[in-house]
């Protein structure tokens, strides 16, 4: 186990589902609130991770949403990016695609051009210095109504070449896909990217309509899909990538027990599984920690995180190109180990 480990560590990954305030670590939001002057509920860290004992999905979005209250500035914005860059880079994520929330911010008074000028400075800063590469996808909250989403991606029109997609977030249950069918067919004719959260908490017809009423082009967690065979045969030969969640689905409680969790039987029927870290800081754990869990409670071995891996380029949206070089970097770190 622990050559795996080390062999874990080492293996050159990319990572395609991360929200990026929910990598917020409770030291940072200390400091950003005594930046910006805010009172805090928390009379000091201890206090925020006991808070993030949560029991489902809608417990740990009440909380998320109030710390991202701490982010008012490009320079908050820039470095909440910086401080996930570098968590990341350690675990030798090459390429991250990250989600954010504009509405998060908007509703609250913060200008979309703040929140996209400090994510870009981040990406900037994570490119030159780290050698990172990384894409942004602008999420919708579907708990909210479609016109604030079509608002949304009015503010994102001057920044449409720094997004790669659109995707869907928040409170599954009760908000499906088709509620926003006409939001993404207009994100779809702006050549941007399409992704959804479907099957998490929500059922497997979540991802049936993600799949046939949006379009999209990559199913986010897709736990579910196992329920419904002609979906998950479906998925498997059109080569579709779901963007799993190890470690968040253990603390929300969508599986009971890792050792239940559905990534290794959805890997032995050839779909195309990733492991990422969703929201890290309020979840315990970044890519490589879901990596280890994985191999500790699931039995899987080296060269299924070969695979998983390769599939973390495969299912991303850079350039055939670039994903050949990725995989070429791959080949040699596995051949070399």
């Known amino acids: 186990m622990n050559n795996l480990i080390k062999f874990i560590e080492g293996l050159p990954k990319a990572e395609l589902h991360l929200h990026i305030e929910g990598s917020l670590e409770p030291e940072l939001m200390f400091e950003l609130a005594k930046r910006n002057n805010i009172t805090l509920p928390f009379k000091d860290i201890e206090s925020v991770k006991s808070a993030y004992?949560?029991?489902?999905?809608?417990?740990?979005?009440?909380?998320?949403?109030?710390?991202?209250?701490?982010?008012?500035?490009?320079?908050?914005?820039?470095?909440?990016?910086?401080?996930?860059?570098?968590?990341?880079?350690?675990?030798?994520?090459?390429?991250?695609?990250?989600?954010?929330?504009?509405?998060?911010?908007?509703?609250?008074?913060?200008?979309?051009?703040?929140?996209?000028?400090?994510?870009?400075?981040?990406?900037?800063?994570?490119?030159?210095?780290?050698?990172?590469?990384?894409?942004?996808?602008?999420?919708?909250?579907?708990?909210?109504?479609?016109?604030?989403?079509?608002?949304?991606?009015?503010?994102?029109?001057?920044?449409?070449?720094?997004?790669?997609?659109?995707?869907?977030?928040?409170?599954?249950?009760?908000?499906?896909?088709?509620?926003?069918?006409?939001?993404?067919?207009?994100?779809?004719?702006?050549?941007?990217?399409?992704?959804?959260?479907?099957?998490?908490?929500?059922?497997?017809?979540?991802?049936?309509?993600a799949l046939d009423i949006l379009g999209i082009d990559r199913i986010d967690h897709g736990n579910r899909i196992t329920e419904d065979h002609l979906l998950l045969t479906k998925a498997a030969r059109s080569a579709m990538a779901l963007t799993m969640c190890p470690l968040s689905n253990q603390k929300l409680q969508v599986v009971p027990d890792l050792r239940n969790h559905p990534l290794p039987y959805l890997l032995r029927h050839g779909l195309r599984v990733t492991i990422n870290s969703d929201d890290p800081a309020y979840f315990g754990g970044y890519v490589n920690d879901n990596y280890k869990a994985l191999a500790k409670y699931c039995d899987l071995k080296a060269d299924d995180f070969i695979e998983i891996a390769r599939n973390s380029f495969l299912g991303s949206f850079l350039p055939d190109q670039t994903v050949s070089a990725y995989l070429d970097v791959l080949d040699k770190y596995v051949d070399s180990f």
Do not use: W
């Open 53 to 209: 004992k949560f029991n489902n999905l809608q417990e740990f979005l009440d909380i998320y949403y109030q710390g991202a209250n701490v982010l008012r500035t490009e320079e908050d914005f820039c470095d909440l990016a910086m401080a996930y860059f570098y968590r990341a880079h350690r675990d030798n994520v090459v390429h991250t695609e990250i989600f954010f929330d504009p509405q998060t911010h908007t509703d609250r008074g913060i200008p979309f051009n703040v929140v996209m000028n400090g994510l870009l400075a981040g990406i900037a800063k994570a490119e030159s210095e780290l050698g990172m590469s990384v894409q942004l996808i602008m999420c919708f909250l579907r708990h909210l109504d479609e016109e604030s989403a079509f608002a949304t991606l009015r503010m994102a029109e001057p920044f449409l070449d720094k997004i790669t997609g659109v995707g869907l977030d928040s409170s599954e249950v009760g908000n499906p896909p088709s509620k926003f069918r006409h939001v993404f067919a207009e994100a779809r004719k702006k050549g941007l990217k399409l992704v959804a959260h479907a099957g998490e908490e929500g059922a497997a017809s979540y991802i049936k309509e």
